[in-house]
């Protein structure tokens, strides 16, 4: 299958940092085959398909590092809390309730959102049963994706909600010889403990320790989100966060810590040394009122950072253009006009979030021989700006799009939205399904 795009630019996020006019992108099979100028290019005996977008954007995917598909189908019913209790009032009872058909119905709804707002890849965070469901609408959506069932031992806010420590490694470790891998590539595993105040210190390290058998997996879990949640890792352990993931040698470059709002100076020298990966959920972090991540300061001291937008009921939608126009706009009051600037945050939603999931040699950038994970964007509407000039196209991505400004998505070369329609889902029909299935998990709760 070879194809081409022509659209009207090509925002390629290369080394160069090059936006292409008058060009276009080759896809042959999964990958970008090449990339033409058009001034030299025989279009007329070109042999294959060809896209003309003279008014679309081409960009990289958008990758969250960050999502909970599981909880799609709890949006609007957790709202106006903060994080304890909310996980011990609507989340973790929630989830408790979930079988595998609701599960699914959320997983469906979840990955409809994140395609049709031009995520094409994903770090996902599961539930504690029943994970062979979310694998199995991974593959069949065509997302790339990582993710692993929620490791939970031990649970003070809801003991419903939890499991035997053996039964949940073994059960982790059997997925991922399952899964992590799985269509060519495009579906890994990432091990997940939920927090420290969810699992034992067997837990923990043993997940992370398991990692290590499954070459391009991470280590995926929350830290330093709630100074409640601080607090409490402080009296049981007597050290912060990420001091204690760090005293039991649970934190390298192939961990993924969502959120980091609260560390200390001590702390983020470890992050740093370990090459430690932060996912940075600015909507979840105000809805939550949990607090603002430092962001500019990890970026300053070379800190990987990447966005994701969480769960739907702490959100409450999937958007990572949501998540670009807060991630930029909270830090300004802070730390002036001029920080993180809508070219920065535009690489943290691409090929910063492939560099966090050590995927930036296939994924984040438009590039020959990487994976055609594109989108094209309609950066030409009334609520965009009217100023044709290169150096506005990440200020409009950033501040001024929404998610009905995606136009199409491509994911290893198949068209998984087009025309701003999804080609994987009914939308009608997998909202019918949540409404149904919804309905029975609240009479499970």
Aim: glycine content about 6%; hydrophobic content about 35%.
């Amino acid at each position: 299958m070879k194809y081409l795009i022509v659209p009207k630019n090509i925002v390629t996020n290369n080394s160069e940092d090059l936006i292409l006019s008058n060009h276009a992108v080759e896809i042959t099979d999964e990958r970008i085959s090449a990339i033409y100028d058009l001034k030299s290019f025989d279009k007329e005996n070109y042999e294959g398909e060809i896209y003309y977008y003279p008014d679309l954007t081409l960009i990289p995917g958008f990758v969250q590092t960050h999502i909970h598909l599981c909880q799609t189908l709890f949006r609007g019913l957790a709202d106006d809390l903060q994080l304890l209790d909310w996980l011990q009032y609507r989340i973790f009872p929630y989830e408790n309730a979930h079988d595998k058909n609701s599960l699914r119905a959320s997983v469906k709804v979840g990955i409809n959102e994140l395609l049709r707002g031009g995520t094409t890849c994903i770090l996902d965070m599961g539930t504690l049963r029943h994970q062979e469901a979310i694998f199995e609408e991974l593959i069949n959506s065509g997302i790339r994706a990582f993710a692993g069932n929620c490791l939970i031992d031990q649970n003070d806010l809801f003991p419903q909600f939890k499991s035997d420590t053996k039964e949940q490694i073994d059960y982790a470790y059997n997925l991922a010889k399952e899964f992590h891998n799985k269509e060519n590539g495009r579906i890994k595993f990432g091990f997940a403990p939920r927090f420290v105040l969810s699992c034992s210190e067997e837990l923990l390290k043993e997940s992370f320790n398991m990692k290590k058998d499954f070459v391009g997996s991470v280590y995926h879990t929350h830290s330093s989100e709630n100074k409640n949640e601080i607090a409490e890792v402080r009296k049981r352990f007597g050290k912060e966060n990420i001091e204690y993931f760090h005293s039991i040698n649970s934190i390298d470059d192939h961990s993924v810590f969502a959120h980091c709002i609260h560390t200390t100076k001590e702390e983020i020298g470890i992050m740093k040394e370990s090459g430690l990966r932060v996912a940075h959920c600015p909507s979840s972090n105000l809805k939550l009122a949990s607090g603002i991540a430092d962001i500019p300061r990890y970026l300053k001291v070379g800190i990987s950072v990447s966005l994701g937008a969480d769960g739907a009921p702490c959100n409450n939608n999937l958007s990572a253009i949501t998540e670009m126009r807060l991630a930029a706009l909270i830090q300004k009051p802070i730390h002036g006009a001029r920080s993180m600037d809508a070219k920065t945050v535009f690489k943290l939603a691409t090929i910063e979030g492939a560099k966090a999931l050590h995927l930036q040699n296939e994924t984040g950038s438009i590039e020959i021989g990487k994976k055609a994970d594109i989108v094209l964007i309609n950066l030409n509407s009334p609520f965009n700006s009217f100023v044709d000039d290169e150096k506005s196209i990440y200020s409009d991505i950033v501040y001024s799009s929404k998610i009905n400004n995606i136009h199409s998505v491509i994911v290893e070369g198949k068209w998984l939205v087009k025309d701003y329609q999804s080609l994987v889902y009914d939308e009608i029909e997998i909202v019918k399904e949540a409404n149904s299935e919804l309905k029975k998990l609240l009479k499970r709760v």
